[in-house]
Structures are given as structure tokens and as C-alpha cells.
């Protein structure tokens, strides 16, 4: 599937800059499932070999190794968790979305449903530029506020390693304010000024109607 496949647009999508157009099939026919049968779902693709190219990219060599990940797709989804629609009662151990606490995304897709809905959260969002992609929905495009931008995924990982030690990046960087000498009303001035804008947050949040994404 297909049959007869676009040559040049397989040759783009192995050199690195084109898009597999039948990896996006098959993700679509598994969210399709997941979402009407509520079950885990998952694809893998059954591919004949191909001549192997010099300039192939790193990032689709899987694919050239092994021409299908059927077998570990299936050991894997052996061990995948049940999916709730929200209505069951929850028990000890389950996930939900609030329970995420960063995700780590392409600079270039920031649009998708999944990065949607944590955007204005508490979840910290990391956008990696150095991976590009054939969407340009960046995070400037959206006017999102509170997306971390990184060069790659050293950065992110280190990121990462900051946000759970409850470190604030900030402070890892030369950008640091410098001392200055404090007395007790403008320590008292800046604690009032602080707390200005999480009173007005704390009202908004109680007058708000919870909506589901």
C-alpha cells in the first residue's frame, strides 16, 4: 500500500527531506481505530528491500535495516494500557493528560491535537529546532506563550534533567541578574507586586467552566 509508489517522493523521504506518505496513511488508519474501537493500536510497515544509497538519512535507516517492525510492535502492544474515556471511575496508577508533565516536540509542529491541549498548562512544552519537518506550525505562528525553543535534543534532554529537579533553567545560564542591595520596602514592594497577578489568576481559574479539548 500502494502498490506503485511515487519514486521521487520515496527517494526525497530517504534522503531526509520528504514525507512518508505511507507511514501518514498508516497513522491515520490507527488513530481511526484507536478512537472508534477504544482500543491500542498500532502500525508497521511490510516493506520488500531496496537498493541501498550513499546519501541516506540517518534518520531512515530503520527502515533499511528491517523491512518490517511487526514483531516488536505486537510485543509492545501486549503491554499497552487500557484506554479510558473519562467516564470510569479512576483507580491508583492511571494516566490522564494532567499527568503530563513535559513533552518534547518538533520546532515546526506545534499544531498537533496532543500539543494543543497541553499548551496554556502546567506541562512544560520543548520545541526542538534542529529537527526539521515538512510543517512550518511553529509556536511564534501560533502565538503560544510558555514553549521552550531549543537548538537540539541535547538541549532538551538537559532541559529536561533541570525541569525534574524542580531547577530553574534560567539560572544555568550566564544571563543572570546581578546583586543588588535590598531593603525591606522593596523587598515588601516586590512580594505585593508578585502576588497581584496570582490573585487575578485564582479568579479566573474559580469563574472558569471546565471544558473539555
Known sequence: MPDDEDEEMLAEYRAGSGVDSVGGVEAVI???????????CAHAP????????PELSPRTCAEELGHTFLPCV?????????LLDGSERPLPGDLWSDDIDAIVVPAGACGGAAVMARLGTRSLVVAVEENTCALDVSAAALRASGVVVVNNYMEALGLLA?????????????DVASIRELSVDDV??????????LAAVGATVGAAVPQEV
Do not use: F
Request: net charge negative; proline share 10%; glycine share 4%.
Open 30 to 40: 490507527s488513530h481511526l481505530i484507536t478512537k472508534e474501537l477504544q482500543l491500542p
Open 46 to 53: 511490510a516493506l520488500g528491500p531496496i537498493d541501498l544509497e
Open 74 to 82: 505486537l510485543v509492545n502492544l501486549a503491554r499497552a494500557p487500557a
Open 162 to 174: 533541570a525541569h525534574k529537579a524542580g531547577v530553574n533553567p534560567a539560572c544555568l545560564t550566564t
Open 188 to 197: 515588601a514592594e516586590d512580594a505585593h507586586q508578585e502576588a497581584l497577578p
